[in-house]
């Protein structure tokens, strides 16, 4: 049940295509022999209404991993890797890129139609 949440400057919806993004991380997730319930993967972006970076554009992309507890580190720096990879081929002109892998503590609940 991998959740990638994706953090961005402003503007970049504007500039960039983040539905491709998120539809290329999906599907690459999807795929991945790790995940065995491709039908949970998430992902989405969240635009900052301001933000300063250290480094020129100031523009960037910060993803989060959020996974469930059991994967292997070697999994968990693979999938971490394909999410970076991902954000450079969409964002290659974004000044940050980068990638924060997270447990989700169980217990995790949800409802879905």
Same mark, same amino acid.
């Given at each position: 049940m991998?959740h990638i949440?994706?953090e961005h400057?402003? *503007? $970049?919806?504007?500039?960039?295509?983040?539905?491709? $993004?998120?539809d290329?991380l999906?599907?690459k997730f999807?795929?991945?022999?790790?995940?065995?319930a491709?039908?949970?993967v998430?992902?989405?972006?969240? &635009?900052?209404? &301001?933000?300063?970076? *250290?480094?020129?554009p100031?523009?960037?992309a910060? &993803?989060?991993l959020l996974l469930?507890? *059991?994967?292997s580190?070697e999994?968990r +720096?693979?999938? &971490?890797? $394909?999410i970076?990879?991902?954000l450079?081929?969409?964002?290659a002109?974004v000044g940050s890129?980068?990638?924060r892998?997270?447990?989700?503590?169980?217990?995790?609940?949800k409802? +879905?139609?």
């Amino acid at each position: 049940m991998p959740h990638i949440i994706i953090e961005h400057s402003k *503007g $970049l919806e504007d500039s960039h295509d983040l539905q491709a $993004l998120c539809d290329d991380l999906w599907d690459k997730f999807a795929a991945h022999p790790a995940i065995t319930a491709p039908d949970t993967v998430r992902t989405r972006t969240i &635009a900052a209404n &301001a933000s300063r970076i *250290g480094v020129e554009p100031q523009s960037f992309a910060h &993803a989060t991993l959020l996974l469930l507890p *059991g994967r292997s580190d070697e999994v968990r +720096m693979e999938l &971490a890797q $394909l999410i970076l990879s991902t954000l450079e081929a969409h964002l290659a002109d974004v000044g940050s890129l980068t990638v924060r892998l997270d447990d989700i503590q169980q217990p995790y609940i949800k409802r +879905m139609l």
